[in-house]
């Protein structure tokens, strides 16, 4: 893509008429769209991903709903979306090739953090049929151990205290509903496209949960008028950076505050289980299934466990991006064998797709060079993450009786990069996850002692269940597989399981 001449023009609506050639625009106008859906967390997954298939959707004449945007934490959209009409840059990088497309789905931005008045607002507005959600695995204020709603959760202590002043978005959920029940009764289709198994069962439990404390029928009314589908979403998108922006600026001649960045893949599969009208995402390129159950544990356990697994392996082998792990020859041999020989085994049939050929596929894309994905982005949140993407296979593995040597490595390093939080990595990235604090506490307190560290986070109740735990065979791989990352050369640990490996194919 040649350079353009450099402007202080803003994208915006007046500017659609005007982009640079080589720039793909919105192919229908936008002033007769309607806002039939809402969505809530518009960061840039949901830009790469829902907003495309519903501009897709727009350009074939196939529907005339737009999409009312909605944040309750930052960022904020005012400065952004907001002041650019809703339009935005999605940029795809595939090696040295970029592509630009400006995407014109999101019709309206409404920033609610300050208080839940114009979310509500929005969410219980008759003429929107159905809500998606990109809120992360901390926004369902649950426990990933056992997916239960944590009453615990200050946000849910609080929405129990002032339900009609919600916090934390299952809260809201509830109170959007309660408005709809109350002033119109218009059905919803509430759909989670957040990276977690049954995520639409996970959405639907914590948003009943507290409609049933408030017991004056609103659980009643949700079970009867609301419906929950899941679903799996699919496409690496990597935190904009300014990088980006000044791309957009350079090579564009426009300017962006609001562009984000994705690789070529994208894959969505919805399940069939809808209150009222939905867009027909179908008919581009979307699936709709009866169960998405074997879609989820593929991605996850196979591109999701790559993920975390190269980031903190990556981090603690001194690499900033997936792509340097993966091109790192002992890390990717090892994640390779991981996925094949102990998560690949744990999934059931997936029609239409070969397991070894997903493999592949998978690491070709974290090997995009273009597509910088930084470890440390990956890593967060990582204790709302182990469970669907290395608990489950492993505990499975367990039952069986089978090895879990290999799975259990990411495990040990995900506690060995929040026990080496401050001391390594806090004075150049502030490592997010909702343990962090906890873990490293308990460093604080027992010191570098890998059989007593591991013992204690191994005790944390909301990530590991009590039989995972308590199991000798997982608690003793971990702690062993702990203690070798603590120590000066993190990475023997992986040499020594590949030479094992290796020894064992000869023989």
């Known amino acids: 893509m040649s350079a ?55 350009g074939c004449g196939l529907t005339r709903s737009g999409i009312v945007g909605i944040n309750i934490r930052p960022p904020g959209l005012a400065e952004t979306l907001g002041r650019q009409g809703g339009l935005y840059t999605r940029l795809v990088r595939d090696g040295d090739r970029t592509t630009a497309r400006v995407i014109g789905s999101i019709v309206r931005v409404v920033d609610s953090q300050d208080g839940p008045a114009p979310a509500l607002t929005a969410l219980a507005d008759p003429a929107i049929d159905i809500v998606t959600l990109t809120v992360t695995e901390k926004g369902y204020c649950h426990r990933p151990a056992g997916g239960a709603l944590d009453w615990d959760h200050p946000d849910i202590v609080h929405d129990l205290a002032e339900p009609l002043a919600p916090r934390s978005v299952p809260g809201l959920l509830a109170q959007a509903l309660e408005l709809r029940r109350t002033s119109h009764g218009r059905p919803l289709t509430l759909m989670s496209c957040d990276n977690i198994p049954a995520n639409g069962a996970l959405l639907e439990r914590v948003v009943a949960a507290l409609a049933e404390r ?34 957009v600026a350079q090579s564009l001649g426009y300017r962006d505050a609001a562009v984000v960045v994705a690789e070529p893949f994208r894959q969505w599969v919805i399940e069939a289980r809808f209150a009222g009208p939905v867009p027909p995402w179908d008919r581009a390129g979307a699936s709709v299934v009866d169960d998405v159950e074997p879609f989820e544990h593929l991605k996850m356990r196979v591109l999701n466990a790559a993920q975390s697994t190269l980031a903190y392996l990556g981090v603690l082998a001194g690499h900033e991006h997936t792509f340097e792990g993966i091109a790192d020859p002992l890390l990717a041999a090892f994640v390779r064998r991981m996925l094949v020989e102990e998560s690949v085994p744990t999934l059931r049939p997936v029609p239409g797709i070969e397991p070894a050929a997903y493999v592949k596929q998978s690491l070709a894309r974290l090997a995009n060079t273009a597509i910088r994905h930084r470890n440390h982005q990956i890593a967060t949140d990582g204790s709302q993450k182990i469970v669907q993407r ?61 059989p007593a560290l591991a013992a204690a986070i191994l005790g944390i109740d909301t990530v590991f269940d009590r039989a995972l735990a308590a199991d000798a065979t997982f608690a003793g791989t971990v702690t062993r597989t702990l203690d070798g990352l603590l120590g000066g050369d993190p990475l023997a640990v992986i040499r020594r399981l590949c030479d094992a490996a290796d020894v064992g194919q000869r023989t």
């Open 4 to 58: 353009a001449p450099i402007s202080a023009e803003t994208l915006g609506p007046s500017l659609l008429d005007r982009l640079p050639q080589g720039v793909q625009g919105p192919a229908y106008a936008r002033s007769p769209l309607v806002a039939g859906m809402a969505h809530l967390g518009v960061g840039a997954f949901h830009r790469c991903h829902q907003a495309e298939y519903t501009d897709d959707l727009l």
């Open 214 to 247: 408030r017991r004056d029928g609103l659980a009643e009314w949700i079970a009867a008028n609301a419906t929950f589908p899941s679903t799996m979403v699919d496409r690496i998108a990597p935190a904009p950076t300014g990088a980006d922006a000044a791309f």
């Open 390 to 450: 290395l608990l489950d296979p492993v505990r499975e593995r367990l039952g069986r009786g089978q090895g879990i040597a290999l799975l259990a490595v990411p495990v040990a390093a995900w506690m060995a990069y929040l026990v080496l939080a401050s001391e390594r990595f806090g004075r150049r990235w502030a490592v997010q996850d909702p343990l962090a604090p906890r873990v490293a506490g308990i460093a604080d307190r027992i010191g570098r002692d890998p």
